[in-house]
């Protein structure tokens, strides 16, 4: 890996970061509103959708820039799509609930969200533990089917965005056109391939 790429991943991985410095600057000028815990949740949630929104984009901005390098950054953006949504989940479950076990079934059982996002959080693990290079060896043409469960992920964590806030859905609508789009950019590009 050349010398220039390799500053870049560092300066990427710095940066994706900033969710956790963001937060943390809120903490401590008391800025978490009126329901600390639904803030902190709904945090890393939006961060996991933003993640996930810029490791869809890397293969069609591969594709329409023709600068192969996009693809080099996909892993570790994935990687901190599953970092944040177990962030999301461990609030969830550790900070909400107090690891409550009944409490969350029941949760789960009764709002559709939780159990939306729970399956998102299920579909991710397996492939943040195949994503190195070995799994890949290993698995061979098994890891590319395997990996495009980001698309059903992709339309899960918008769907327990929007049945999460109900009444103004804007901001999940914007999830959703952003993952549209990048489904048909995705789309035209295996057509053309």
């Keep these: 890996m050349k010398l ?15 969710p956790i410095l963001s937060l943390s600057i809120d903490i401590l000028q008391n800025n978490l509103g009126a329901n600390p815990v639904e803030f902190i949740e709904r945090h890393f949630g939006k961060w ?5 929104c810029l490791t869809l984009s890397m293969t069609p ?9 996009w693809i080099l950054y996909r892993r570790m953006l994935g ?3 599953f970092f944040y949504a177990s962030i999301h989940l461990l609030c969830y479950v550790g900070i909400d609930y ?5 409490d969350i079934k029941n949760d789960i059982v009764k709002h559709r969200y939780v159990l939306v996002g729970f399956l998102a959080w299920l579909l991710l693990l397996p492939l943040a533990l195949t994503s190195s290079d070995k799994m890949i060896r290993r698995l061979k043409a098994h890891w590319k089917r395997l990996h495009r469960l980001i698309y059903l992920i ?13 009444k103004d859905i804007t901001e999940p609508l914007i999830y959703a056109v952003i993952v549209l789009l990048l489904f048909i950019l995705r789309l035209n590009i295996l057509k053309f391939k």
């Design 4 to 18: 220039n790429q390799i500053y870049i991943k560092r300066l990427i991985f710095t940066l994706s970061l900033w």
């Design 48 to 52: 996991t959708l933003i993640f996930l």
């Design 61 to 69: 901005l591969r594709k329409i820039t023709g600068i192969s390098q």
């Design 79 to 81: 990687l901190f799509v």
């Design 98 to 102: 107090q690891f409550a076990i009944t």
């Design 154 to 166: 992709a339309i899960l964590g918008v769907l327990h965005f929007m049945w999460l806030v109900k």
